[in-house]
């Protein structure tokens, strides 16, 4: 009987052995859980802080600097004129039309570049789609990227010489039938 009421014992402290035991791994799964939840909050936190205290810079304003005129390839038939801001050195060309939330349907942005090469462009940081006409030193247009996808990375390439590139509101070449192999003149003052 006293063999009996031992092992009865010790299966008791066994069992309760196992319970404490079971009870230390769920209090110890319920702080961990517990602990990444709140550090995964106060990260959020902490991230949200970030993305408030850096400010994009103020929209930049349309500066008229001249007019740009598209003609059909015979380069005698006019399409449309438009007024021009013009981008020619590092810092302008850099920046082009990022940061502007609107442009007005005659307007745009012509890059003079101090080369004729291949061009590559993307969209980082502008906020609004894009018509990218690529043109070369006799003024003919030899690539036209339209309707650029807003804050893209990807290049937008001008696959033949060019060293002029104008940036108009996306759907401005259908809109007014420009096409490859039509020209542009311009003339402008800064």
């Known amino acids: 009987m006293a063999k009996k009421k031992e ?12 319970y404490l035991l079971i009870a230390v791994f769920i209090l110890a799964a319920v702080y961990i859980i517990y602990s990444l ?4 909050k106060e990260t959020s936190v902490v991230t949200q802080q970030k993305k408030e205290n850096v400010k994009e810079p103020p929209e930049p304003q ?11 390839r015979n380069g005698k ?3 449309v004129k438009i007024d021009i801001e013009v981008a020619d050195n590092d810092e302008t060309r850099g920046k082009g039309m990022m940061y502007r939330k609107s442009n007005e349907p005659n307007r745009g942005m ?20 894009l018509d ?4 070369n030193a006799q003024k003919e247009i030899v690539k036209i990227h339209k309707k650029a996808t807003p804050r ?23 809109e007014f039938d420009i ?10 003052k800064k």
């Open 7 to 18: 092992d009865k014992s010790k299966k008791e402290k066994d069992n309760l052995l196992k």
């Open 37 to 40: 939840a709140t550090d995964k």
């Open 62 to 72: 349309f500066v008229k600097h001249g007019e740009l005129e598209f003609f059909k």
């Open 77 to 79: 038939t006019p399409l």
């Open 110 to 129: 012509l890059f003079v570049f101090p080369v004729e090469e291949e061009q590559s462009f993307w969209m980082q940081n502008t906020y609004i789609s």
């Open 132 to 135: 990218i006409i690529f043109v």
């Open 152 to 174: 893209s990375t990807a290049s937008l390439l001008s696959e033949k010489k060019a060293i002029y590139v104008v940036e108009v509101n996306g759907g401005f070449t259908d």
């Open 179 to 188: 096409k490859e192999g039509d020209r542009i003149d311009f003339n402008y």
